[in-house]
Nanobody, 121 residues
Framework: QVQLVESGGGLVQAGGSLRLSCAAS????????MGWFRQAPGKEREFVAA???????VYANSVKGRFTVSRDNAKKMAYLEMNSLKQEDTAVYYC???????????????WGQGTQVTVSS
């Protein structure tokens, strides 16, 4: 059974940094695009960043220049390095895996359980 397990969330002051990790129990991990999404209270889940199957990296405009997504295929891990955090980054962050060439909310094959990130003023 495929599992994605996030870790690294927590409470941080504005301007601070956090690193999220996602451990995947997928045999063919390298064949999956890996993405990060987030959902704030009362809002829809939104795309944050992804490494596609092709290796291309994409970011939401709201996090470009502040967040860095990466992966380690040998360890079957995905990461989201978040710097210069803002209060509006507060949300539950989800790791996602997709066999699709694109990474978006509608073509995710597997979701993690989510990890809370709270940015205080």
């Amino acid at each position: 059974q495929v599992q994605l397990v996030e870790s690294g969330g927590g409470l941080v002051q504005a301007g601070g940094s956090l690193r999220l990790s996602c451990a995947a129990s997928i045999q063919t991990f390298s064949r999956y695009g890996m993405g990060w999404f987030r959902q704030a209270p009362g809002k829809e889940r939104e795309f944050v960043a992804a490494i596609k199957r092709s290796g291309d990296i994409v970011y939401a405009n709201s996090v470009k220049g502040r967040f860095t997504v990466s992966r380690d295929n040998a360890k079957k891990m995905a990461y989201l390095e978040m710097n210069s955090l803002k209060q509006e980054d507060t949300a539950v962050y989800y790791c996602a895996a997709t066999q699709s060439l694109l990474v978006n909310r509608n073509n995710v094959n597997y979701w993690g359980q989510g990890t809370q990130v709270t940015v205080s003023s």
